[in-house]
T-cell receptor, first 115, second 115 residues
Framework: DQQVKQNSPSLSVQEGRISILNCDYT??????FLWYKKYPAEGPTFLIS?????DKNEDGRFTVFLNKSAKHLSLHIVPSQPGDSAVYFC??????????????FGKGTKLSVKP | DTAVSQTPKYLVTQMGNDKSIKCEQN?????MYWYKQDSKKFLKIMFS???????INETVPNRFSPKSPDKAHLNLHINSLELGDSAVYFC??????????????FGPGTRLTVT
């Protein structure tokens, strides 16, 4: 039972254009959401996060949007660069302390940015 | 200067053997984690320690025994290795407890292959 779903296993975008990565979740108790980027043979690297009290958070070229009613979040990368080519993981957690604070990860979306 | 480091990076061993993976973080974080990324690429929490105390154990077989000699180290010992233990194991750390809106920082991973 996947609580965090990334339905697109891959995405290809031209350099300079916008990349939009999507993530859906089923647990309405999730209140903290994160995006991680992962290069081959490396660990995931934290990119950006958002709490459920916000609907948008921006950091440079990266913006995360949260739509709580739709249980959907997205990561926008503008403009996309070839160095952004990686696997992007969406993660979510609920509550504080104990197992409820676990990060639940999606399966990842592989982004390819073509020069 | 590496924030979260793991050794070894690759580990090939036979079924029935006992092996350990070491993890160290120099971020001054209070909480450390072990994750397993299986063949389906899902990242799943295994254990979490806060200030050397176990706070999360996600029904991992008791062949897996984490040990935290101090809050900067969390080692993973695996007894009687099985084929299904083959995976990439990631160590991570965070400033606060799970669910406290702190991002987690990951190590580079240890690829374990059991033959």
């Amino acid at each position: 039972d996947q609580q965090v779903k990334q339905n697109s296993p891959s995405l290809s975008v031209q350099e300079g254009r916008i990349s939009i990565l999507n993530c859906d979740y089923t647990n309405s108790m999730f209140d903290y959401f994160l995006w991680y980027k992962k290069y081959p043979a490396e660990g995931p690297t934290f990119l950006i996060s958002i709490s459920s009290i916000k609907d948008k958070n921006e950091d440079g070229r990266f913006t995360v949007f949260l739509n709580k009613s739709a249980k959907h979040l997205s990561l926008h990368i503008v403009p996309s660069q070839p160095g952004d080519s990686a696997v992007y993981f969406c993660a979510a957690s609920e509550g504080y302390g104990g197992s409820q604070g676990n990060l639940i990860f999606g399966k990842g979306t592989k982004l390819s940015v073509k020069p | 200067d590496t924030a979260v480091s793991q050794t070894p990076k690759y580990l090939v061993t036979q079924m029935g053997n006992d092996k350990s993976i070491k993890c160290e973080q120099n971020l001054g974080h209070d909480t450390m984690y072990w994750y397993k990324q299986d063949s389906k690429k899902f990242l799943k929490i295994m254990f979490s320690y806060n200030n050397k105390e176990l706070i999360i154990n996600e029904t991992v077989p008791n062949r897996f025994s984490p040990k935290s000699p101090d809050k900067a180290h969390l080692n993973l010992h695996i007894n009687s290795l099985e084929l299904g233990d083959s995976a990439v194991y990631f160590c991570a750390s965070s400033q606060g407890l799970p669910g406290q809106y702190y991002e987690q920082y990951f190590g580079p991973g240890t690829r374990l292959t059991v033959t």
